[in-house]
């Protein structure tokens, strides 16, 4: 689960969920096993993710970093999870579980052009849009305040945002980018812009 001074967080029941959708967000070996932005922290969330998968049984949608040799997030942060590289693999404990594959060349997920394909193609066949991975403070953020920004440009209340936050981790790096606070941090901006932070998804 992802590492917070107090959780506050409630749960939800399976059954409390309508025709959900499950997007798991960069759980690479880049993010978590290997690389200059690795954590081997946010490896603790892939059990629960794994769970939840298995417990849902619905569709899913991995997002996963994909970034050419030459890029312009390169800039920003060190070269990680160039296309075809071992960083841009999925983590070996969820590849059985993956169902459809987005490729990203940024942190954020909806900007992604097959993204753009989902909402025009997939979209209408869910309800509930259940967001896990990492990392909380970017690539998850960066997706669920777009995506939420966007049913609300269009009115489209039937939709709910769902974060699990056992499923949801950030990258720790001492006096730089502390994952405690910055956990804290994005699940009150996700809350606060009307996106549902829940502390697990219960049977």
């Known amino acids: 689960m992802a ?3 107090k959780n506050n967080y409630k749960s939800i029941q ?3 969920l309508n025709d959900p959708v499950v ?3 960069d759980m690479i070996k880049g993010f978590v096993n290997i690389g200059p932005l690795h954590d081997e922290v946010i490896g603790n969330v892939e059990k629960n993710i794994e769970n939840l998968l298995t417990s849902l049984d619905c569709n899913n949608v991995f997002v996963c970093d994909s970034h050419p040799p030459k890029t312009r997030e390169f800039n920003s942060f060190p070269t990680h999870c160039v296309i075809g590289s071992e960083e841009a693999e999925v983590v070996d404990s969820l590849k059985p579980f993956v169902k459809h594959v987005i490729k990203k060349n940024s942190t ?3 900007v992604a052009p097959e ?3 989902f909402l025009n193609s997939d979209l209408k066949y869910y309800r509930d849009i259940i967001v896990t991975g990492c990392c909380t403070d970017l690539c998850v953020l960066h997706f669920v305040l777009s995506l939420n920004t966007w049913l609300n440009e269009h009115n489209m209340n039937e939709y709910r945002i769902v974060v699990v936050e056992n499923c ?3 990258y720790h790096i001492p006096e730089i980018h502390e994952a405690t606070f910055w956990n804290d941090v994005a699940f009150r901006m996700m809350e606060m812009n009307g996106i549902q932070v829940v502390s697990e998804v219960r049977e």
């Open 3 to 5: 590492r917070l001074e």
């Open 14 to 16: 399976k059954n409390e």
């Open 23 to 25: 997007f798991v967000v």
């Open 108 to 110: 954020n997920t909806f």
């Open 115 to 117: 993204f753009e394909e």
């Open 168 to 170: 949801t981790e950030t």
